[in-house]
């Protein structure tokens, strides 16, 4: 295991996004999903959507010259793109709840292998934070979650069933993990991709499900950033 | 008609009562009426519910709904948010909330959204996808509609709301900027009393295009423009 | 009964618009209802909103001068006044629904003394034509209702009870018609104003309910036209 | 990303299978797809539902809705209106409708938008105040909520939408002019596929001011520019 190294959230991130289809609209969570968009495809475009009533936005804006009044939904300061459209809140979340957002990057606490996952109240709080967590997770055409193998402490944080509130039940069907790529089918999850000097028995026991090991399991893909 | 232009903030808000249910707009930052926020909290207005995405920012940025809260003037809270997604992250709110001083309602954000839209619809309840098999369709009414299960939701309309808008006309008509948008529209609809601060001055009627408005006058009430020394959008909020 | 004439759709209309408070927000039905917007008060701003998306709209316009996109709910052309603002079908019927509109005038076939009325189905046909009627008819603050006092065939339009399908139930709170102008109170309905020359009696054997005569009844209010 | 622009009318409505679910734009002429309408006719689809405020005109105006029902192309309407409100005014549609040859839904003015604006925002149903007590709401669920009665309505989506619109850029982003916006924005999202006529050429990516988008592209898939010669609006319509 001397060389195997977890993978890093920009790889996590360009693997999601080599995902992406032309013409799809896209919602990229706070935080690590954010990253998805540094990946490019050339012959792709790509609509980023922000539940803050904007489609088609840009990058973030360059220190100085942000526009304090345009903000992704995570609070960035972004950029503008040609043919950007503005709505306002109830409008966008009707496109999401309607089904127009093609996928919603998510970060996430745990994922079950039944597809459910949590996001958005940890164990023993009274508050929660919910945002557009719920609707993008109901609305969007696929939900695809973003987050570190295990808690900072070890433990699985994908489970045979979640152990925290759910966010939607049964809608995440792909997921990157520091140490690879794992879809959600009926049997359950299947370890599609795995990180570079793993093994997947090595996987295996740092997550909380029984995983399904294909015999065309692969190398985690390595998009590259432009 | 009674001009809606007011020439201060504190006039804007002086009949405010105790008890009174607020709507304030802002997402992250852009379309805070910040200065209506501080007016409202000089002019002491206690016992209040907001409605509003969060209650208040995390951070240390210009004042927002967490001066309120902090002052104690708030007495329930209907937002989006009632923690932060990392628990480092902790307001007054969250101390209030989770001794039980203060009363919280969590609402999805498209369900927040389009409940204010219900309100200003005239729209009794309505069925949303989001939340069923979770927390928050506890206890609520849930049904199955061409074979896929929605929970019934009910409007938000207030006494008041709160927002910030770009550009008006003197007849009250508002253009707002790039995501500044974000409640204000639906907000200014579901109130009975809608307050706007302006980035600018108020221009004269038929100079906005008629085919540009995003917010009709006949939903705003009163109006003030944000002087060259008032707060500013720029500062970051939560 | 020599002097006694009904009263003009002017007249009408006149009389209703005198009722309309400064910034009222106003709906004028299609037919006879848009007369009231040639009265003009002159200390008294009104704010025209149609159901297919105006606020603030202005008189009709002048044959040549049409803007071909620009029709009040009857489908007249009309022109912008300063000021005016565009909405969407399902927005221009929110606010209605909200109660932003103050008051709604309607044509009808039948006004009945508990409020109801009936302004979209024949008796005996199969179709209707309900428009916006239905969504004013229950959203506005006030529905005035502005209709010929009986039918061509001399029948009473003002009922105890209507005979056709409702518009809905109990909303009607003041009537003009080519007789007087009524206010339909708990008690029914109440002669308020009469046309000049009729005489309570003459109005009443025209009346399909029991009219209250008050002591202060007066004659009908001549709005002028500017 | 593949074009959104077709070079002709006949072009965008050629996949238009029969028993197609399609809503059409339009208020009193503004706003009507006369040659999306035109082409359709010549493309033959039949066994339509339509979706429309009325099953076409009354007059002699150019062509619209009452084209397809004269032709015989249309299995069933949703409108505001099944008859004229003057017994004088008849067209083609009553004859069929009375005789039994065409179904109808008679749907309220404002229920109609709403339930087509519910489509398009993923609400599964909705409560209205509109109607209760009155014919349009035999047989449908009545609940009170806060002391007022409210009628359960559905929400509408079709295959298609048709719509004329006033200006484009080439991602679809689109902006109508007065009242031929009405049915349009929420026409657009309540359909699988939307098909635009605009009024001029369609403008680069960035021409169009974000702000002043009426209906973003994301809701619109195919764009016919009316050509000089092509149907105008100006003769009066239905």
């Known amino acids: 295991m001397a060389s195997a190294e977890v993978l890093s959230r920009q790889a996590m991130a360009n693997r999601i996004a080599m995902e992406f289809e032309d013409g799809w609209v896209v919602n990229l969570g706070i935080g690590m999903p954010t990253l998805c968009s540094n990946f490019v495809h050339p012959e792709r475009q790509i609509l980023y959507q922000s539940e803050n009533g904007l489609v088609n ?155 399904i090991v294909p015999q065309d399991l692969r190398e985690f893909q390595q998009g590259h950033s432009p | 008609m009674k001009s809606k232009v007011y020439e201060s903030f504190d006039a804007a808000v002086a009949d405010i009562a105790d008890g009174s249910t607020i709507m304030f707009s802002g997402f992250a930052g852009p379309g805070t009426p910040r200065n209506l926020i501080a007016a409202l909290l000089a002019q002491g207005a206690s016992g209040l519910t907001v409605i509003s995405n969060t209650p208040g920012s995390w951070g240390d940025g210009p004042i927002d709904l967490k001066a309120l809260i902090d002052a104690g003037r708030v007495r329930r809270v209907v937002a989006a948010f009632t923690a932060a997604t990392h628990p480092s992250m902790r307001r007054a709110f969250d101390e209030l909330y989770e001794a039980g001083e203060i009363e919280a309602e969590l609402v999805p954000q498209g369900t927040l959204a389009e409940r204010i839209r219900a309100g200003g619809a005239g729209i009794g309840a309505f069925y949303t996808p989001t939340g069923v098999g979770t927390e928050t369709a506890e206890g609520k009414e849930v049904r199955s509609f061409e074979g896929r299960d929605y929970v019934l939701e009910l409007p938000l309309r207030a006494d008041y709301a709160m927002l910030r808008a770009h550009r008006a006309d003197e007849m009250g008509n508002l253009q707002y900027v790039h995501t500044q948008r974000n409640f204000g529209p639906i907000m200014a609809r579901a109130a009975r009393t809608t307050l706007a601060e302006l980035d600018g001055p108020v221009a004269a009627a038929g100079e906005i295009d008629p085919n540009q408005v995003h917010t009709p006058g006949i939903f705003v009430d009163r109006m003030v423009v944000v002087p060259a020394d008032g707060i500013q959008e720029g500062a970051r909020g939560g």
């Open chain 1, 57 to 211: 936005y840009g990058p973030l804006a360059v220190e100085g010259e942000e526009d304090f009044n345009l903000v992704n939904a995570g609070g960035q300061y972004v950029i503008p793109l040609p043919g950007m459209a503005v709505l306002d809140h109830a409008d966008a979340f009707a496109l999401i709840r309607a089904g127009y957002v093609d996928v919603s990057v998510l970060g996430a606490y745990e994922v079950a292998a039944n597809g459910d996952f949590a996001n958005w109240k940890l164990g023993g709080r009274k508050g929660g934070g919910i945002g557009g967590a719920m609707d993008l997770a109901v609305g969007a055409r696929n939900v695809f979650v973003m987050m570190e193998h295990t808690t900072r402490d070890g433990a699985p944080r994908l489970l045979e069933r979640c152990a925290l509130p759910i966010t939607a039940p049964g809608v995440v069907t792909l997921v990157a993990t520091t140490l690879g790529l794992f879809e959600v089918t009926s049997e359950g999850f299947v370890l599609r991709e795995i990180a570079p000097g793993y093994s997947p028995d090595e996987v295996q026991a740092a997550t909380g499900a029984k995983l």
